[in-house]
């Protein structure tokens, strides 16, 4: 008979989403809104499970709205028969004075609370989970599942240690290598703590499921969930779209932009009332060139769920340093430049820069 599992991770409930400004607290309710879709997407597909790997919460000891929040959501599946697995994360772990521990979870969800793996078993599925109670644990190392025709799932909150953890959080804890994952003998790992989806190549079926709602501009534009299904000894994997916002960084060139009309372009066609949106201006463009960022942000904030535009544009090479008034100035500030190490500081003087020959050639 067939076995369906919904695999999901990194939802960080409690975020506080700074980055977004006056729009924080309506992506924090869609984090939640997320969720319920989980939920509902467990009961439609009738899963046998539902699998958390990791950093449910954002902290330890969350909002008591909130645990009150994933409570009721768990109680909608256990109406429905549908388990639900937590292994805790880095951001959430089992500790005293927890979540897991101060808080009573409906009778349908298991909370793995051991320092190793343990079986926990249900009608033919057999879920391997740990408790995350410190960074430095290799939870796979030296592990064997027993041997039995049951689908055998891990559940681990760690650190693949040879895939690019550049972009990602706290890359080294939990250490687990592509030979823990060959030799473990189970049919499929769900992952968390790596914030994408991702398929990780061995002899055992391993993923990350990555967070279902971007948490930040480094999340790629699509968020999934994991459905996994097991028949007959084998595992098919179907990720599933969740996110309902889509962060976005586009880096721009200016250097060869005469004036704001090809920003605006680039605004115009990339707009969407769910789209985050992070322009990044770069290049060298002559000092001709004026950019009014809170301008082009008052035309085109209602566009988009969120916007910003960082301004990265630096002065041309090359100015010329003569002793008329216009490159008296540019000696003037380009001096103070070479002075300075605070990059912001730096920002403040090109600008001043701009502005000035802006006056001094009457175009401003």
């Not at 926990?120 to 041997?147: C, M, Q, S």
Request: glycine share 6%; aromatic share 8%; charged share 30%.
């Amino acid at each position: 008979m067939e076995i369906k599992l919904i695999h999901t991770s990194d939802l960080h409930f409690g975020s506080t989403f700074k980055v977004l400004g006056d729009k924080s607290k309506l992506h924090r309710i869609d984090c939640q809104n997320v969720f319920s879709n989980i939920i509902d997407l467990c009961i439609k597909e009738k899963a046998k499970a539902l699998l958390i790997g990791g950093d449910l919460f954002d902290t330890a000891e969350p909002q008591k709205s909130l645990v009150k929040f994933v409570i009721n959501e768990f109680e909608r599946l256990n109406k429905e028969k549908i388990a639900v697995f937590i292994s805790s994360g880095n951001h959430d772990p089992y500790r005293n004075g927890s979540v897991w521990l101060e808080n009573r979870f409906p009778s349908n969800v298991v909370i793995f609370n051991s320092l190793d793996l343990e079986p926990k078993e249900i009608d033919g599925l057999t879920v391997y989970g740990l408790a995350y109670t410190n960074d430095t644990k290799e939870p796979l190392k030296g592990f064997k599942a027993n041997d039995s025709d049951n689908f055998k799932v891990g559940l681990i909150h760690g650190s693949i240690i040879d895939i690019n953890w550049d972009e990602q959080p706290e890359a080294g804890y939990r250490r687990i290598t592509t030979t823990d994952l060959d030799n473990c003998k189970l049919d499929y790992i769900a992952l968390g703590h790596f914030h994408d989806i991702l398929e990780i190549k061995s002899k055992t079926k391993c993923f990350y499921s990555g967070t279902p709602e971007p948490l930040t501009f480094k999340n790629t534009k699509d968020c999934s969930i994991i459905l996994a299904s097991y028949n007959g000894g084998i595992v098919t994997v179907s990720p599933i779209k969740t996110n309902i916002r889509e962060f976005e960084t586009l880096e721009i060139d200016c250097t060869n932009f005469e004036s704001d009309s090809e920003i605006r372009k680039i605004l115009e066609k990339n707009k969407g009332e769910n789209k985050v949106l992070r322009l990044v201006l770069k290049g060298l463009p002559s000092l001709d060139f004026d950019v009014d960022i809170e301008l082009l942000l008052k035309e085109f904030d209602e566009k988009y769920f969120f916007l910003k535009i960082v301004d990265n544009i630096h002065l041309p090479e090359n100015l010329t340093e003569d002793e008329t008034i216009r490159g008296n100035l540019i000696r003037l500030i380009k001096t103070e430049i070479k002075k300075e190490k605070d990059p912001e500081r730096i920002k403040s003087l090109e600008n001043a820069l701009r502005i000035g020959i802006g006056y001094l050639d009457k175009k401003l």
